[in-house]
């Protein structure tokens, strides 16, 4: 994992933001201008084939930007994981050029947490109806006064 990141160091300089490493997991913190080619740069120059898993955090009245998105990514061919972090707040652009599977995890993100994969061809939902107020994955979301409950008669 330190050739990988001595590449990501050398290639994106001061767009990584952090670097740590605990329990056996690397992650990394970019700027949210870079993540698209440093996956690029993950998937073509080291062998991360494949996104496994993309999530957001919401840290609100915590840290700024308000939003973190998640990647974590597995190269099989060198048996490594990764995760890398990136700070926004509310909008990043799209990895779905980079690892089509993407898509799917993108549009829950943003149905769930309101956050705008720019270039993503399909931000529509999948898991709530079209005229859900709101994104439910928000700490500020209020589930009793936010939502009429629909009429399933």
Not at 12 to 30: C, K, N, R, Y
Not at 121 to 142: C, E, N, T
């Amino acid at each position: 994992m330190d050739k990988v990141m001595e590449s990501l160091r050398s290639a994106f300089g001061p767009a990584i933001l952090d670097l740590s490493q605990a329990h056996g997991e690397t992650t990394v913190v970019m700027s949210a201008d870079s993540v698209k080619k440093a996956m690029m740069h993950l998937r073509d120059q080291e062998g991360f084939e494949m996104l496994t898993d993309l999530t957001a955090l919401d840290w609100l009245d915590q840290k700024q930007p308000r939003f973190e998105v998640v990647y974590h990514l597995h190269s099989y061919s060198r048996n490594l994981r990764l995760r890398v972090k990136a700070g926004t707040d509310a909008e990043i652009d799209t990895v779905t050029d980079v690892w089509p599977g993407a898509g799917y995890m993108e549009r829950e993100c943003w149905e769930m947490f309101g956050i705008t994969f720019v270039g993503n061809p399909d931000l529509s939902h999948i898991l709530l109806w079209d005229d859900f107020p709101g994104y439910p994955l928000r700490k500020d979301f209020h589930w009793r006064e936010d939502v009429p409950l629909p009429d399933n008669r």
